[in-house]
């Protein structure tokens, strides 16, 4: 009796400087349930919101070889904002694998809002990207978009995720910014991976109906 060979399974590989992408691995898994997953963090030179755009620039053209030797995959996902932001396209000219990569949802924000004030609430090193402003131009005109920059809320979503305490009122002094202002926005971009597992920690932190 003829046998058909199985259909291969395709390889993603998930990446980002520590936990953060477990979220956006999370989201592939629930589309894609059949995938095998590669999830690599690179705590060498975390956190990555702190480092110069070069030094992220060559750390992550120097780990793609190993990366592809290790999982061989058919995508790679860049589960990080910071490095998104910087990174794509000279990655993308090293490799015929595809990259995707994460990038604060500006357009979808400038859609929701309805008095045209959006908050960024990202890495230091992401709230000063030309790519990031390129959105805000792009998608984004006619809205104020007000961008904070934050470690410490990256240092506290790795506490949750290991099971260790998480200072709320810290938190509510890194969301603080955003609502210093004429307007307070009422749409807040959680534009870092690590993030979304403080959702709940932050939305506390933000006035009552904030998205
Ligand atoms: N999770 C990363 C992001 O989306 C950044 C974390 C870091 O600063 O290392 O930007």
């Known amino acids: 009796m003829p046998t058909t060979a199985p259909t291969p399974v395709p390889t993603l590989l998930v990446f980002d400087s520590g ?3 477990l979220s956006i691995a999370d989201e592939i898994r629930r589309a894609l349930p059949t995938c095998r997953l590669v999830y690599v963090a690179d705590n060498v030179i ?3 919101g702190t480092q110069e755009e070069s030094v992220l620039v060559n750390r992550l053209l120097q780990l793609l070889p190993t990366l592809e030797q290790y999982a061989r995959p058919d995508l790679i996902v860049i589960a990080c904002n910071t490095a998104s932001t910087v990174v794509l396209e000279p990655l993308r000219a090293q490799t015929t694998t595809p990259i995707i990569g994460v990038v ?3 357009k979808p924000a400038a859609q929701l809002t309805q008095n045209r004030t959006i908050g960024l609430l990202a890495t230091p090193g992401t709230v000063k ?3 990031v402003q390129r959105l ?3 998608f984004a005109h006619g809205c104020t978009v007000i961008k904070t920059g934050s470690s410490e809320l990256v240092h506290q979503a790795e506490n949750k995720l290991r099971g260790l305490p998480v200072d709320e009122a ?3 002094r890194e969301v603080a910014p955003l609502l210093n202002q004429a307007t307070t926005p009422d749409v807040v971009i959680l534009g870092c991976t690590h993030f979304p597992f ?3 920690e932050i ?3 933000l006035p009552p109906g904030t998205r």
Do not use: K, W
């Open 19 to 21: 936990i953060g992408g």
């Open 46 to 48: 975390f956190t990555y």
């Open 104 to 106: 604060p949802a500006i």
């Open 129 to 131: 990207r030309q790519y």
């Open 136 to 138: 805000v131009d792009e």
């Open 170 to 172: 810290l938190i509510a």
């Open 198 to 200: 403080l959702r709940e």
């Open 203 to 205: 939305s506390r932190a």
